[in-house]
């Protein structure tokens, strides 16, 4: 079936570094690639999502790529901050938003000041 | 404000008594939808409704019942909990058009004894 596959599941980084997740999708059709910031307690919020027809989305400090040849896309971070710390799940969707989104089990990430 | 509400936000039962936890949007959106999360699994969806009346089921629906009676509302219902129902649940919505990102609810901590 349909799957989605994140890696590290851990990750600790001192403040101002860099940090990268990295997610794989199983479903060739998969067209919108989301990625949720979730506090803890609180509900994932989006913090930034490319669609099949962009190759690179950048906001701010964020930015994630995408390469639909190996089926994966990465988040990337610069210069973390403490308040960056959450746990971080990639998603995939079908016909975008408006569909299921297949999960990623999540990345806890950790910024040290 | 657009928003996403779910009530109620914690609850604790025993075994075999029905419930309901509802989920209410206000954006007007077509699409709304239910997911679990677990430890380690990330979020996984129960069921989901394309529009009203019109709803069939996710990766992990076994336990659960809906009903999109309303456009803005689509309750889950559980029959008969179970332990293993034991979980943090949130209810999601989104549009058909223009942007794709799922709206989540505040998120309704359940426990089944």
């Known amino acids: 079936g349909e799957n989605v596959e994140q890696h590290p599941s851990t990750l600790s980084v001192q403040e101002g570094d860099s940090a990268v997740i990295k997610c794989t999708y199983s479903?060739?059709?998969?067209?919108?690639f989301p990625w949720y910031k979730q506090e803890l307690g609180k509900r994932p919020q989006l913090i930034i999502d490319?669609?099949?027809?962009?190759g690179e989305k950048k906001d701010q400090r964020i930015a994630v790529t995408l390469n639909k040849t190996a089926k994966h896309f990465s988040l990337h971070i610069t210069e973390t901050q403490p308040e960056d710390s959450a746990v971080y799940f990639c998603a995939a969707s079908r016909s975008g938003g408006y569909n299921k989104l297949i999960f990623g089990a999540g990345t806890r990430l950790a910024v040290h000041p | 404000e657009a928003q996403v509400t779910q009530n109620p936000r914690y609850l604790i039962t025993v075994t075999g008594k029905k419930l309901t936890v509802t989920c209410s949007q206000n954006m007007n959106h077509e699409y709304m939808s239910w997911y679990r999360q677990d430890p380690g699994l990330g979020l996984r969806q129960i069921y989901y409704?394309?529009?009203?009346?019109?709803?069939d089921k996710g990766d992990v629906p076994e336990g659960y019942k809906v009903s999109r009676k309303e456009k803005r509302n689509f309750p889950l219902i559980l029959e008969s909990p179970s332990p293993n129902q034991t979980s943090l649940y949130f209810c999601?919505?989104?549009?058909?058009?223009?942007?794709?990102?799922?709206?989540f609810g505040p998120g309704t901590r359940l426990t089944v004894t």
């Open positions: 409704s394309m529009n009203v009346e019109v709803t």
């Open positions: 479903d060739s059709a998969s067209n919108y």
């Open positions: 999601a919505s989104s549009s058909s058009g223009g942007r794709w990102e799922q709206y």
């Open positions: 490319i669609r099949s027809n962009v």
